[in-house]
């Protein structure tokens, strides 16, 4: 089965090790204190349905419920560890945006992960572990990730290594077990400018070997190895006048493949009466073409898919996640405090892209936008 990308076409698992690392070491909201032990445990329990289609094809459709789990232990300790379950159906191009010869596929993903996690005075060291598995596709890695504060608490410095290996089997048969190793380092740092201000720089780098084609796409012939970096900037504002927070990002991503990408993000929490709080974001995304992606212009003699002058041991991919084009994603997620120990929340949002869109360049011809919408549920219980 092919990974579920809205944006980024890194072709890693949903739960390699470079994914704990994000957890464990980008602090949510981008928090203006110094990390702490909680005091209460909490459980969430959420529902996610992505839909995804373009102009004659209703293509991928997933439903995922999940379950997660923290809890503090002994003091100085805390553990937690999450599961779901994704049931995926529908159908992709196997080349391009073309209708005709759309893959149908349906496929079940069980996936989980769990790390444990020890407090120090001025910082913390995580290890994690993560198992995702279906039926041609399956993924171990684990994770090691601390990080240690200045004296005044205003700094926060970070640091992570993790190791993914992923087994590769589609029921096409195309390849019988692949492999793909991948290796990630992540270095951060967090900054308190002020009471209002809180701002974090973070690298990270993943050394990928192995097979990155994807079995489900004709022609698609990639390199064995991908080296990705990655260098994201937060910036949280306190608003004084409504008590909200506003969150803004940039991230910039390159690959060895020749894909370069630009995300803008923004959105403005603002807490209302009687519990409620309302989270409106938007997404800007570009990005450029891989090196060997070819637009939807075919070999005269052999004709479709085949790109000009086709050769089966040159790389050549028509896969649309490595194309040149432009994105925007809107969403609203409304939370509701119920009270001291209760809480739910629900997202909704849309997501659109067209080669047109492509900023800094031209984007790729020849495809068909690209139409998305995710609904999320949770209900969130502390004790």
Do not use: C
């Not at 052999?302 to 790389?315: K, V």
């Not at 067209?354 to 011809?365: I, L, M, T, V």
Request: net charge neutral.
């Amino acid at each position: 089965m092919e990974p579920i990308k809205t944006e980024t076409p890194s072709a890693t698992s949903p739960f390699a090790a470079s994914a704990i690392l994000a957890a464990a070491l980008l602090l949510p909201g981008v928090q203006a204190q110094a990390e702490a032990l909680p005091t209460n445990g909490v459980i969430s329990i959420g529902y996610l349905d992505y839909k995804d289609s373009q102009s004659g094809l209703d293509r991928i459709h997933v439903k995922a419920p999940s379950v997660s789990v923290m809890a503090p232990v002994a003091g100085v300790w805390s553990i937690s560890a999450s599961a779901v379950n994704d049931d995926v159906s529908g159908a992709t191009p196997r080349y391009h945006s073309a209708v005709s010869g759309a893959s149908r596929m349906s496929d079940h993903r069980t996936a989980g992960d769990v790390a444990v996690k020890r407090y120090f005075d001025r910082g913390s060291l995580t290890v994690g572990a993560a198992y995702s598995s279906e039926d041609d596709y399956l993924s171990r890695a684990v994770s090691l990730s601390g990080t240690f504060e200045s004296e005044d608490r205003n700094t926060t410095w970070s640091a992570g290594i993790g190791r993914a290996n992923d087994e590769i089997n589609p029921t096409n048969q195309i390849v019988r077990d692949e492999r793909k190793h991948s290796t990630n380092l992540l270095l951060g740092v967090t900054q308190v400018l002020g009471k209002a201000d809180v701002v974090q720089v973070t690298l990270a780098h993943d050394i990928g070997k192995g097979y990155f084609n994807d079995p489900y796409k004709f022609p698609d012939n990639r390199p064995r190895s991908r080296d990705e970096s990655t260098l994201l900037l937060r910036w949280n504002h306190y608003v004084e006048a409504t008590g909200g927070t506003s969150r803004t990002s940039y991230r910039y991503y390159r690959d060895s493949f020749g894909v370069r990408g630009h995300t803008l993000g923004q959105e403005f929490v603002q807490p209302l009466a009687d519990g409620w709080t309302v989270t409106p974001e938007v997404r800007l995304y570009s990005q450029r073409a891989a090196d060997f992606y070819f637009d939807p212009v075919y070999d005269q003699a052999l004709g479709q898919p085949f790109p000009p002058g086709y050769s089966p041991s040159n790389f050549a991919s028509a896969d649309y996640r490595l194309s040149g084009f432009g994105a925007v994603t809107l969403g609203l997620k409304v939370s509701k405090q119920i009270d001291k120990d209760w809480s739910v929340d629900a997202k909704v949002s849309a997501y659109q892209q067209r080669g047109s869109w492509r900023a800094f360049g031209s984007g790729s011809p020849g495809l068909e936008p690209l139409r998305a919408r995710t609904i999320q549920l949770a209900v969130n219980r502390t004790w």
